[in-house]
């Protein structure tokens, strides 16, 4: 069912691997019933990607103890954000469970309420969708008030304090709206709205991604500030790409890097700093689409470019030589290559990560090499650090899949249940 509903959207393996945050050789191997799909999240994932209702898909499941089995194993699954493998004798048992959890989800009253009412981000929703958000209280809008609420999102993102920045950021959004002259609030709305975008990418909501990205980049141009009009083109490049549009993800990434480069604006060192993340950022991609050569090149050009530029303390995005790192990390897995990953986050010190965000990334992205490369007792380890550095990680997609994962191997990782149960994983 999931090649048909693929082909009918004229989408090649790789496209929607991108849409669910897959690997290719994941979808293939799905499609070919080489590794079962028992997660109720990744059936949600499919469901929406495919356009499938989600009881068709679980109608159509195949029980697990009638797969064929892959002659090798990693730590949960094939690859990262793998599924949940059986345990021997109890399959018809977890399909069971399985499908009383879909049930509960068609019957709960979050089924029935509007995407704004079920979401954390419903107060952003609304903001997108009605223009209506309260001004914060007491809130000086001014430009140094408005500045102060930039830099204080700012601060809870880099601080992974999602939760928080999910309730205030509508509010000090429609603070910037209201400022005068036009230029300045634009410039303003601009920065929020790119912070809002990488919050949705955090959270998950792609669809909000495109909107938010969109709004950034319509708000810097009106700003006329280079820098952040940067960084709304690389939020832009992001969510093209998690629509499954590689190639033109890459590409704008490419050209804004190229048209910063070109603009005397700013000033240089802050621009070859900008300029790196979206290298970095269009690595990221190529990797995605397998596209080795590309993506080796602009991640060494992303190096260089970091190097030679600096990062100030108010910049709009989190650039410089460590980010270059972690996007070469990403890189790396995403090719394939677990071992020199690993290999390279032994050079990076994670105490030296100026940022919660970013320690919380660092440690997750080495879980997910850990995964791919077999070691399921390292990947777990990771994870915790994550947890550690910054607790709202652990709820991201990528490490609840990693947690749902690894109860594979509850009988040999104490902790590991109450683990995937902070993570989001919806216990049986």
Request: aromatic fraction near 4%; proline fraction near 6%; charged fraction near 20%.
């Amino acid at each position: 069912m999931v090649a048909k509903a693929r082909r009918r959207k004229g989408w090649p393996q790789r496209d929607l691997a991108a849409m669910i945050d897959r690997s290719e050789s994941w979808v293939s191997q799905v499609e070919r019933d080489m590794i079962p799909v028992n997660s109720l999240g990744t059936l949600r994932e499919l469901s929406g990607a495919l356009d499938v209702s989600l009881p068709d898909l679980l109608a159509a499941a195949q029980p697990p103890s009638q797969m064929p089995r892959s002659p090798r194993r990693r730590c949960a699954s094939t690859s990262v954000g793998g599924n949940l493998a059986p345990e021997e004798g109890d399959d018809d048992v977890r399909r069971r469970k399985l499908l009383a959890a879909a049930a509960a989800v068609f019957t709960s009253p979050l089924a029935s309420a509007t995407p704004a009412q079920a979401s954390t981000l419903a107060p952003l929703e609304d903001l997108l969708l009605y223009g209506t958000a309260p001004v914060p209280h007491g809130s000086d809008v001014t430009p140094a008030g408005v500045a102060t609420a930039v830099k204080v999102s700012r601060q809870h993102f880099r601080a992974a304090r999602y939760d928080t920045l999910a309730k205030t950021l509508p509010g000090q959004i429609a603070q910037a709206q209201a400022l005068k002259p036009a230029e300045v609030s634009a410039a303003a709305v601009a920065d929020l709205y790119n912070i809002a975008a990488r919050l949705c990418i955090k959270l998950g909501e792609d669809g909000l991604v495109a909107i938010t990205a969109d709004r950034a980049l319509n708000s810097a141009r009106a700003g006329g500030d280079a820098l952040t009009t940067a960084e709304a083109h690389r939020m832009v490049s992001s969510a093209w790409r998690r629509q499954g549009h590689l190639a033109r993800a890459t590409d704008i990434a490419v050209r804004a890097a190229q048209d910063l480069r070109a603009d005397r604006s700013a000033p240089e060192p802050a621009r070859l700093a900008a300029g790196s993340s979206l290298l970095a950022t269009a690595a990221y991609t190529a990797a995605k689409r397998g596209d080795r050569q590309t993506a080796h090149a602009l991640i060494g050009e992303a190096a260089q470019t970091a190097h030679a530029g600096r990062t100030p303390p108010d910049a709009r995005t989190d650039a410089g030589i460590q980010q270059v790192l972690l996007h070469q990390l990403s890189v790396h897995y995403l090719l394939g290559d677990a071992g020199q990953a690993i290999d390279l986050a032994r050079t990076i010190d994670p105490a030296a990560l100026p940022t919660a965000e970013r320690q919380g990334r660092f440690f997750i992205d080495v879980a997910r090499c850990f995964d791919q490369w077999g070691k399921p007792q390292q990947c777990y380890r990771a994870l915790l650090a994550a947890e550690h550095a910054a607790p709202q990680e652990i709820r991201r997609g990528a490490a609840r899949d990693l947690a749902g994962g690894l109860l594979h191997h509850d009988r040999s990782l104490p902790g590991v249940r109450a683990f995937a149960g902070r993570a989001g994983v919806v216990l049986t």
